[in-house]
């Protein structure tokens, strides 16, 4: 009922931004690298004129593989060690005008094995949905509404080569201990937990430049963690049962963006937090002491167009839900393939159109220059032209009177 009552919360807000983009004609930026995140990077939410309008799409798939053999090595355990995970980012937008509405999905998988425990173990499980309306008052800032989702997909277990005793240490003073003695510890089914965030509020972005790009965002955010059952494990072998979190309240985000080397080198970072001046804590603890904090930070490397080393640092605290820092760390070195909506050729600036409009300038004085030069070839090489002087007329002699006039001769006839 929990999974149904969630997915009841999410359907309305996409049918919110479906009717508000329907009223436009949209967009899809390039497809980057493949990475979740509780964030909009300033690549997605920027408005650029070199998106085009109406519908596009992205598709990226990467894969990594790790195997490693070992047969008496001094120090390691022998039998062979395996890694292999697969990741997709998939983008769709539509863009007309001042308004934008932006899908994402990304899963990302990775399981191993090891000769310690021969069995495949989940290290990385993540579907990560979110959807993105954004209204441009100016080319940099504007009102939003975004709705995320993200969960696991497959049931998760503490894998030991030998039997451990786990202890619940949550429960209430006098309670019954609780222990379980396994070697496959339950931690968590398919589907759990999952997190729906809700967010209505500005964003803006100060600061823009391929080396660095500042942005943030600022308004009242809400959150749903479905996850009652699921159980956290601590070192020392005790553990607690998580329960449903519900926060509401004011939201704040900072990030960096940038890129080196043509792009080659990707990063960003951000830092968000909730404060949840709605809860459902049964403690008495104040609004600063459940604010949740996450931090995320990211790095990508090109090495070609189909390889890429990438790394992801997460630091979140929610004592709400777990009351503990939690610290993910992933370098990953894929192998990649990706496809997306050709983009139109990018506006030119004032100053490409003047070099443009000078350039088309002396070209046409050259060649103004190369007819005239030729004409003048011409007229030099041509033979000169001498003019004779008219034809002056016989001088008429005037008639003498009682004069015979002269008769003319006609030609002696043929001789017979």
């Given amino acids: ?115 310690a425990v021969n069995k495949f173990l989940k290290s990385n499980d993540l579907l990560d949905v979110q959807s993105l309306y954004s209204y441009f008052l100016r080319e940099w800032t504007g009102p939003f509404v975004r709705v995320a989702l993200q969960t696991s997909l497959f049931q998760n277990y503490k894998v030991t080569a030998a039997p451990v005793t786990y202890t619940r240490s949550d429960l209430p003073a006098g309670a019954p201990p609780e222990t379980d003695t396994t070697q496959r510890f339950k931690l968590s089914d398919g589907g759990q937990p999952l997190t729906i965030n809700e967010s209505l509020g500005w964003f803006f972005e100060p600061v823009h430049s391929d080396v660095l790009t500042v942005n943030g965002r600022v308004g009242f955010g809400g959150r749903h963690t479905f996850a009652d059952g699921a159980r956290s494990v601590k070192d020392n072998n005790t553990y607690v049962v998580l329960n449903d979190v519900h926060q509401a309240g004011a939201e704040l985000f900072v990030g960096i963006d940038g890129k080196e080397f043509a792009g080659r080198l990707l990063y960003n970072a951000g830092l968000s ?51 503990a820092i939690q610290v993910q760390n992933a370098l990953l070195l894929s192998l990649q393939w990706a496809k997306s909506s050709p983009l139109p050729n990018p506006p030119k600036t004032q100053a490409e159109l003047d070099k443009e409009k000078i350039a088309a300038l002396e070209a046409r004085a050259t060649s103004a220059e190369q007819r005239a030069a030729a004409a003048e070839a011409r007229v030099n090489q041509a033979a000169p032209v001498v003019l004779e002087p008219p034809a002056q007329p016989e001088p008429v002699v005037p008639a003498t009177p009682g004069a015979v006039p002269a008769q003319p001769v006609s030609p002696a006839p043929p001789v017979q």
């Fill in 1 to 115: 009922m929990s999974k149904l009552f969630a997915f009841a919360l999410v359907v309305p807000h996409l049918l919110l931004l479906s009717v508000a983009s329907a009223q436009t004609t949209a967009t899809l930026p390039p497809v980057k690298a493949v990475a979740s995140k509780d964030y909009v990077t300033v690549e997605d939410i920027k408005r650029t004129t070199e998106k085009p309008q109406g519908f596009a799409y992205g598709v990226t798939l990467a894969a990594n593989l790790n195997v490693a053999s070992n047969n008496d090595v001094v120090g390691q355990v022998n039998g062979n060690s395996l890694l292999f995970g697969a990741s997709g980012l998939t983008k769709l937008s539509y863009l007309r005008d001042r308004h934008e509405w932006l899908n994402t999905g990304s899963l990302n998988e990775t399981f191993s094995r090891t000769p």
């Fill in 273 to 323: 937090a909730l404060f949840p001046l709605i809860n459902n804590d049964d403690t008495d603890r104040s609004v600063l002491e459940l604010t949740k904090v996450a931090l995320q930070a990211a790095m990508g490397m090109g090495v070609f167009s189909w390889l890429s080393v990438n790394y992801q640092l997460k630091v979140i605290r929610d004592v709400q839900l777990v009351d």
